[in-house]
């Protein structure tokens, strides 16, 4: 054990990485029965492992080029190359594929820069909190929430935390479910406020359910079809321009699901739009029918900008609720937040 230890350099290329790893912690449990190998892992880490370790691993994960990285980080190609061999030294297996065209992350690279990625928002996210209350300001939440839940469910909760809690600063990004969901793994939102999906189905997440959108058929007011008595889908798809969400979001694919099953055809004339503020925006300055949730509708249609027609789509949208990362705790301003998200969507 001690030769093949000894002579571990010559041995990487033709050992697999985890084969490596084993042997070294085989080793140390030889020598000392006392000490747990993950424990003396981990000592080892700490002693070597950095943030700018951390920040190589997610730079190069997002140009896929070693000189681009080093550019960005501000030191030189031989520099960087330097670093990400330490960096696989330390954990004793390849973490990125050298291409003949940049580089690319192996399964077990994906594993540890998704780490680099939460350690680096988690470091951020104290940073903010230590400027804050070194300003006199108390707490931080940061969210993310889908638009259809915004104006009303969420908007409520957040205006009464601010109302209990005058000085926690609140961050708040509105995006897609897939892409919230993607900012809570990486660690730069404590919470979502989404849709699950199948895609979603993981263990380390937690969901609950709020509850579901209606969606809305509308156009601009003074449109032609406000004054038709009787309106049918074919003309609705074939005469008129639609302003829609993308193929992957959940009110298209019920569109498209409703009128495969009434076997009627797809809208001939599409804008795609994935911003609802945009959205709304195109509708007052076209004849274009829209689809969107009736929250995200709601002002709009209370100050008489758009109006909705007589036809509706009865697909269920899979339900919105809260979603977190399993096995991390809490904070007080999550737990508050949460209970009014519950509040409000029983009222």
């Not at 919470?191 to 699950?196: H, K, M, S, T, V």
Request: glycine share 6%.
């Amino acid at each position: 054990m001690y030769l093949l230890l000894s002579d571990a350099r010559n041995l990487r290329q033709h050992l697999k990485p985890i084969q490596l790893l084993l042997i070294r912690a085989q080793y140390f449990l030889l020598m000392d029965h006392s000490i747990y190998s993950p424990s003396l892992i981990h000592r080892h880490l700490l002693q070597r492992l950095r943030y700018k370790h951390l920040q190589m691993l997610v730079v190069l994960d997002s140009c896929c080029n070693l000189n681009r990285a080093a550019d960005i980080m501000h030191m030189s190609q031989p520099a960087a190359s330097r670093m990400l061999q330490e960096i696989e030294d330390m954990f004793g297996c390849l973490l990125f594929e050298r291409m003949p065209r940049g580089m690319r992350a192996t399964a077990l690279g994906e594993r540890l820069i998704g780490f680099a990625g939460r350690s680096l928002n988690n470091l951020a996210h104290c940073m903010e909190e230590l400027a804050l209350q070194q300003q006199g300001g108390y707490g931080y939440l940061s969210l993310g929430t889908i638009m259809g839940a915004a104006p009303d469910l969420v908007m409520n909760a957040i205006a009464r935390l601010k109302r209990d809690r005058p000085r926690l600063c609140i961050r708040v990004m509105g995006d897609t479910s897939d892409q919230l969901l993607r900012m809570l793994e990486q660690g730069r939102i404590d919470l979502a406020i989404a849709r699950r999906s199948a895609e979603m189905a993981d263990a380390s997440f937690s969901f609950e359910a709020l509850g579901n959108e209606k969606l809305r058929i509308v156009v601009r007011a003074g449109h032609a079809l406000l004054q038709q008595q009787h309106i049918e889908w074919t003309g609705l798809l074939t005469d008129w321009p639609w302003i829609l969400q993308a193929t992957s979001s959940p009110a298209r694919m019920a569109l498209d699901q409703y009128l495969l099953q009434a076997s009627l055809p797809l809208p001939a004339n599409i804008i795609e739009c994935n911003s609802v503020y945009s959205m709304l925006q195109l509708i007052q300055r076209t004849d274009s029918i829209m689809l969107l949730s009736e929250t995200a509708l709601q002002d709009y249609l209370q100050m008489g900008m758009i109006h909705t027609l007589p036809i509706f789509i009865d697909t269920p949208m899979a339900p919105f609720g809260i979603l977190t990362r399993k096995h991390e705790p809490l904070t007080d301003e999550q737990r508050i937040f949460i209970a009014y998200l519950h509040d409000h969507a029983g009222d």
